[in-house]
């Protein structure tokens, strides 16, 4: 309403000036016409004279007034264009996959028919030259609605109004989630030397990091994804060093978050409110570093470290009252439940409960190459190789087991691919990875895109392939994935007490299978996916 009012101020003034110049034109004309009754010639001319200076004076200042209006307005619009709101972006992709599990006592299990909808929409504000805000809201769920149906809005299910079917158009308790939200300040300089840097805080986009960002189609994020791949809370602090060490690209950024906050909710019954609680697991934080020792833009070299500490899992007691439980035994007694009904009642009252262990440290070293050697051929200056080496190492608390072990135990994962032009359609890509990983072998991968689990966290071997295909320039795109998890030792990806054992899957026997010991021997999901970004 404000920039109206000014538009009818700057208006009126307009025309205030438009009729002070008709005023100035008749009072001349009548001049002119009072003075040839009684003036001479040369009078008439000097009086001539004056009026055209006093004119020429009013038009320069009328001039002026609207120059300065308009390059007020000016000003205003681009800053209402380019600062003064939020640039939003849209990704959204449907994706069908097709999905096979196979125990290691031989069972199989799949899903054949899996579609899903992501919907990502970005936000960007940049008020000022060093200071940008980034965001990001999403939306992720499968076609249709889920076959339990106890998201009732009523305690005991009476209700169906949070249906998908009926979600959007009713007064329920319907969510929207927040995956980005943080914002970064540029600077100049540090303590007076040329080192440019950086500072973020927030919730960060620690998913599609280098490496796995290739087969994802996206632009790297900023961890490395062979460790971490999850979203987190927390702050960063980096460096560019390369003007002070003459070394291109050497960079350097520290990282700091929280994974899990121990505090007790408003009006607790037995605390202080947002209070510590003994009673539960404490903080769970971590801290390292982002070191980029070379990058010249063709040839990268990246490092990493982190440590995590008070990290959960579960006992080994809890886990096996569970198992029986679940297989229908009393775990007091050891006989089974003479009623049915009690199976579900005992697994509900042998739930295990997370339990802190100890911490982690993880580390890892990759090298990529955008584009292979220099000018040998076209092929080769479009293609994108990788390898990483990675490893982690276990500091369990006292006499806990961290993994199912009181000792430190280390565990390696190698990780390498390439990507090439596909040679039979114009601007597709070829994408082929493999990645190994021993037996303690552990990574933060949590959030990675493969509806079978993260192949990066597998405790064997796991072989991809992929084919990204642009259908409308950058804007619609879509992508067939095929990816194949082939486990040696059980416990990949789960957490860190005894539920994080390894275990050789080809030494267990039927009296494993018998208590519920049935992990996945091998798992494949085929992806096929189109994909809108603008």
């Known amino acids: 309403m404000q920039d109206c009012q000014d538009?009818?101020?700057?208006?009126?003034h307009y025309i205030q000036g438009?009729?002070?110049?008709?005023?100035?034109?008749?009072?001349?004309?009548?001049?002119?016409?009072a003075t040839m009754s009684f003036a001479s010639d040369a009078d008439l001319r000097a009086e001539l004279e004056q009026l055209k200076k006093e004119v020429a004076a009013l038009k320069k200042q009328t001039k002026g007034i609207k120059a300065k209006r308009l390059k007020k307005q000016i000003s205003e619009l681009k800053s209402a264009?380019?600062?003064?709101?939020?640039k939003w972006s849209v990704d959204y992709r449907v994706s069908l996959d097709v999905l096979n599990y196979k125990h290691a006592n031989g069972d199989t299990v799949e899903k054949n028919d899996l579609i899903s909808n992501r919907l990502l929409l970005g936000m960007k504000y940049a008020p000022a030259d060093n200071l940008s805000f980034f965001g990001q809201l999403a939306y992720y769920k499968n076609f249709g609605d889920t076959a339990d149906h106890s998201q009732s809005n009523s305690p005991f299910g009476v209700g169906y109004a949070n249906f998908d079917w009926i979600t959007n158009e009713n007064a329920t308790d319907n969510t929207l989630k927040v995956r980005q939200a943080y914002f970064v300040y540029f600077g100049d300089e540090v303590f007076g030397s040329s080192i440019p840097w950086t500072a973020s805080i927030g919730r960060r986009p620690s998913t599609n990091g280098l490496l796995v960002n290739l087969r994802d189609d996206d632009r790297p994020a900023s961890p490395i994804g062979h460790v971490v791949n999850m979203e987190f809370d927390g702050a960063s602090l980096g460096f560019d060093l390369s003007n002070v060490s003459d070394v291109s690209g050497m960079y350097l950024k520290f990282c700091f978050g929280r994974g899990l906050t121990n505090a007790r909710p408003r009006f607790d019954f037995f605390g202080d409110d947002y209070t510590s609680d003994d009673t539960k697991n404490p903080d769970i934080d971590f801290a390292g570093f982002i070191f980029k020792?070379?990058?010249?833009?063709?040839?990268?070299?990246?490092t990493t470290y982190m440590y995590a500490w008070n990290l959960i899992g579960f006992d080994q007691a809890s886990m096996q009252n569970f198992g029986m439980a679940s297989q229908g035994i009393d775990p007091t007694t050891g006989a089974a439940f003479t009623d049915p009904r009690l199976t579900g009642a005992y697994m509900q009252y042998y739930m295990p409960h997370f339990q802190s262990f100890g911490g982690m440290h993880s580390y890892a070293i990759s090298a990529v190459a955008n584009g292979v050697g220099d000018g040998i051929n076209d092929f080769l200056d479009d293609t994108t190789a990788f390898i990483s080496l990675a490893g982690s190492t276990t500091d369990p608390d006292g006499n806990r087991k961290m993994l199912g072990s009181d000792d430190s135990e280390n565990g390696w994962s190698v990780y390498l691919g390439a990507q090439i032009p596909a040679m039979f359609t114009e601007d597709g890509r070829l994408g082929f990875e493999y990645n190994h990983g021993s037996k303690y072998w552990r990574s933060f991968t949590y959030?990675?895109?493969?509806?079978?689990?993260?192949?990066?966290?597998?405790?064997?071997?796991?072989?991809?392939?992929?084919?990204?295909?642009p259908l409308v320039g950058k804007v619609l795109s879509a992508q067939l994935r095929y990816t194949f998890i082939d486990y040696e030792y059980t416990g990949s990806n789960s957490f860190f007490g005894e539920d994080g054992t390894p275990r050789k899957i080809d030494n267990l026997t039927s009296a494993d299978f018998a208590r519920g010991n049935n992990p996945v021997d091998e798992a494949q999901d085929i992806r096929l996916y189109i994909r809108y970004r603008y």
Do not use: F
């Open 447 to 469: 959030g990675e895109d493969t509806m079978v689990g993260s192949k990066l966290a597998a405790r064997g071997n796991a072989y991809e392939a992929y084919y990204t295909q």
């Open 293 to 302: 020792p070379y990058n010249d833009g063709q040839y990268e070299i990246w």
């Open 7 to 12: 538009c009818r101020d700057g208006d009126r």
């Open 18 to 33: 438009v009729e002070m110049k008709k005023l100035i034109a008749m009072s001349a004309a009548a001049a002119i016409a």
């Open 81 to 86: 264009a380019l600062h003064d709101n939020i």
